[in-house]
């Protein structure tokens, strides 16, 4: 037992589980994991909740936590490390200025300035370069220099100098508040190769087991395109070959996946270059497009939304008093030679709605939902199929209410998310942003408003992961992150308190007491954009939509074209859409009664249409009152009225057709 004066203790967190340790003074991190943790594949650390150095040495008492490639924080330091190993083999390769590597969703990149248009056909000679890397086990050794030493070191990069520069203007802030500060930087190396950079990073290169390039792009320094144009190298890397197997498997399925392929395959929109951004929904994409909203007017009705329509075009005065053109208007479409544009948001022109006559506390909340169409003027280069356009509807709503109904109304737009997504079984995360250090508005309101998200949050049976000091300035919000079929993270909800925009526009309600009050402003919208949306749900269901939402919901194949057989399916199909007409729905029928094809085509091609059912009409079924369902590899008979009961039922739960 080693004397007490030479240990200290640790508590130590790992995988949920919690050790208390005693171990050796001036012990370091790597070692702990090496004695204690050798078979855990740990590969990053945090020490009192801050972000580690592997090398870094432990204190009496310290809270070490501890992260293997599973953990969020574990794939960022281990992509963080690879940006390093593909920085090193782009100036192996092309003696090129690096300028930025950071650790994204899913992988990692490298902005650098060259001459050489690096492609497709270079990716090979990266990876091929990474791995003899990789190989060499090279350590990811730490130093400190001084600010004057790395500019003297990249004297050459424009780029790194800026940043330099900035780094320094901070250091000499801090310097005057504390003439302590440390106005070193820390510089990690490879060998010969290093970069500036904070850390952490894994032990070796060796870690590292599998590389490869995803895609090249150009941008700009800073995302002005005043600045210099650079190259983006993309990248991904695993901790094991099995793992880069899985993901390129993964990847393979999303491209069959790809809204904009099977957009095309189904006929349902195009693009076109005469209107970039803009969207072309043929027949059958209008059906979705239109029953999507269709549902959420029915939600509407059912949750005391009102509806309203509001110009698309307002005068720019209108934007600067909402305070949006100081610091968006690059994204506003304006009218040339005019003073109007074309809206990009709904909430100002809600405002003005709200504003229009006096109001009283009686007819709060007050629920307005808009899908008017909104346009942004993004960047062409950003333009990406249905998931960034420039023109779309959202399903828009601005609650108006006063701060003590925020809880119900946070609540009420909980429990409709939840009803909604529910009906395509999606998974979705909610993140709780709170008061920033520059705020609006007044303390005590912020932490009323916060508790009250709370609440709502918790007792709607959510739980939520806390964003401390992400909220926006005018307020406090939840974040909903929706997770889609290959686990892509998208953010299509919105629920935000907004304190400034209701102060802007002088908005206020006679409260009990026949006083003014401002009223607090929520911006909430379930599906976003809806074009966002439907790409979404294409690549989570493919072809196979569900059955309430399909263009193409039911296939007919007529065994005969007798006069019997075809007037008892134009009664068939009266007979179904009858069974609708109070609830303004139709049923998508197509009929397959082409004489020219044999009647195995006719199945052949009623499947591969893609319809959700395929039925089979002959003599006997028009005899017996009946139509044969082939499902699968079978087929049974079933009476007509026991038909429509079920696409009814499925229709009106949002669920599939149910013949089992």
Not at 149 to 159: T, W
Not at 184 to 193: A, G, L, M, P, R
Request: proline share 3%; with cysteine.
């Amino acid at each position: 037992m080693p004397n007490e004066t030479n240990t200290i203790k640790l508590n130590i967190r790992f995988k949920e589980n919690n050790h208390l340790l005693e171990v050796k003074k001036n012990i370091l991190i790597f070692e702990v994991i090496n004695e204690h943790f050798k078979k855990e594949n740990i590969l990053a650390a945090k020490v009192n909740n801050c972000e580690a150095d592997l090398h870094s040495t432990l204190n009496n008492e310290d809270f070490l936590e501890l992260f293997t490639f599973e953990s969020k924080y574990g794939k960022h330091v281990f992509w963080h490390s690879s940006a390093h190993v593909l920085g090193n083999a782009l100036v192996n390769l092309y003696n090129c200025k690096l300028v930025n590597g950071p650790p994204i969703d899913e992988g990692f990149y490298y902005d650098i300035e060259t001459d050489k248009t690096l492609g497709n056909e270079d990716f090979k000679k990266i990876e091929k370069e990474m791995i003899k890397i990789i190989n060499k086990n090279s350590k990811f050794v730490k130093k400190t220099l001084k600010i004057d030493d790395l500019k003297e070191m990249y004297k050459e990069n424009s780029c790194k100098l800026h940043f330099l520069n900035q780094i320094q203007k901070e250091c000499l802030n801090n310097k005057l508040k504390d003439e302590n500060f440390d106005d070193k930087i820390s510089v990690y190396y490879n060998d010969e190769f290093f970069d500036m950079c904070r850390g952490p990073h894994v032990l070796s290169t060796k870690i590292i087991k599998s590389v490869k390039i995803t895609k090249s792009s150009s941008c700009y320094f800073l995302n002005d395109s005043k600045n210099k144009s650079l190259q983006r190298i993309y990248g991904v890397s695993f901790p094991s070959k099995e793992e880069m197997k899985e993901y390129e498997e993964r990847i393979k399925r999303s491209k069959e996946m790809d809204h904009r392929k099977i957009g095309r395959e189904l006929d349902l929109y195009f693009f076109n270059d005469y209107s970039p951004g803009s969207c072309f929904w043929l027949p059958d994409g209008t059906i979705i497009y239109n029953r999507l909203m269709e549902f959420l007017k029915k939600e509407y009705i059912k949750r005391g939304f009102n509806e309203v329509i509001t110009p698309n075009m307002f005068h720019i005065n209108l934007w600067k008093e909402s305070g949006h053109y100081e610091n968006y208007k690059e994204n506003i479409y304006a009218i040339e030679g005019e003073d109007f544009a074309l809206k990009p948001m709904n909430c100002p022109g809600h405002c003005v709605m709200f504003r229009n006559t006096e109001r009283s506390y009686k007819e709060l909340p007050l629920r307005f939902a808009d899908f008017g169409v909104l346009h942004r003027n993004e960047c062409s280069g950003s333009l990406t199929g249905l998931t960034r356009v420039r023109r779309f509807q959202q399903d828009d709503a601005h609650i108006f209410c006063s701060m003590s109904q925020i809880k119900s109304e946070i609540s009420g737009a909980l429990n409709f998310l939840k009803s909604v997504y529910s009906k395509f079984d999606f998974k979705y995360t909610l993140f709780l942003s709170t008061r920033p250090e520059k705020f609006l508005g007044q303390l005590e309101e912020w932490n009323v408003a916060e508790e009250r998200l709370r609440e709502a949050i918790l007792e709607s049976n959510h739980t939520y992961v806390l964003n401390e000091g992400d909220g926006a300035f005018y307020g406090p919000k939840i974040d909903i992150v929706l997770y889609d079929a290959f686990n892509r993270k998208t953010q299509c909800a919105t629920i935000q308190l907004d304190f400034q925009l209701p102060q802007r526009f002088k908005l206020r309600f006679k409260n009990e007491l026949g006083e003014f009050e401002t009223p607090v402003m929520i911006h909430r919208a379930i599906l976003g954009s809806v074009e966002r949306f439907i790409a979404i749900l294409i690549e989570s269901y493919g072809k196979n939509l569900p059955f309430w939402l399909h263009p193409r919901q039911i296939g007919i194949c007529l065994v005969a074209t007798t006069e019997t057989v075809t007037n008892y399916v134009d009664k068939l199909c009266l007979d179904i859409n009858q069974a609708f007409e109070s609830s303004c729905n139709d049923v998508k029928i197509r009929i397959y009664d082409d004489c020219k094809d044999t009647f195995n085509k006719k199945v052949r091609k009623a499947a591969t249409d893609g319809n959700k059912i395929v039925l089979i009409v002959g003599e006997k079924e028009a005899e017996n009152n009946e139509v044969n369902v082939k499902k699968n590899d079978r087929s049974f008979n079933i009476s007509k009225d026991i038909l429509i009961k079920k696409i009814k039922t499925a229709i009106e739960t949002k669920e599939e057709v149910k013949f089992d």
